[in-house]
């Protein structure tokens, strides 16, 4: 039985957001937000820190929605899953750039609105300020 696959284009890794991918610890996210570069698309507020570590997953990334922002948990909990779903259909372009020696990356994306976005907003203007970091300092 074939694949449902079309044969022309190359099979990709599934579309994943582990464990190890996460950016987790109170000292490498406030070195990130101390030092890192920061590009600002809004809604969003991406920090980054080129960090030299063989031990650390290629990039590793957190999302932020401050309860200043989005009072609602319910809110914040939602912005928090989208951005996640963003992040996961949208990593591979990113991760491929730190691929070759121990160049690794820590980022912080922070939610800035003061409403909750639709998804398609979220997936456009998260890609684009990402993109731009990237660009700018990755």
């Known amino acids: 039985m074939e694949s449902a696959r079309p044969s022309s284009t190359p099979p990709r890794g599934r579309a994943t957001f582990r464990k190890h991918e996460r950016l987790s610890g109170r000292k490498i996210i406030q070195q990130v937000v101390r030092e ?12 980054g820190l080129i960090v030299e570590d063989e031990n650390m997953a290629p990039l590793r990334i957190a999302f932020a929605v ?12 939602r912005m928090k899953r989208l951005m996640r779903e963003v992040w996961r259909r949208n990593k591979h372009a990113h991760v491929e ?4 020696g121990v160049r690794r990356c820590a980022l912080l994306v922070a ?27 990755g």
């Not at 590009?39 to 920090?47: A, D, G, K, L, N």
């Not at 401050?66 to 914040?76: E, G, I, M």
């Not at 750039?97 to 070759?100: D, S, V, Y």
């Open 36 to 47: 890192g570069a920061v590009v600002h698309r809004p809604p969003f507020r991406v920090s």
């Open 66 to 77: 401050p309860k200043r922002y989005l009072p609602r948990a319910v809110d914040r909990n």
């Open 97 to 100: 750039r730190f691929r070759p």
């Open 111 to 137: 939610f800035q609105g003061r409403s909750t976005v639709p998804f398609p907003m979220v997936e456009s203007k998260m890609i684009e300020a990402l993109d731009r970091w990237m660009k700018e300092h």
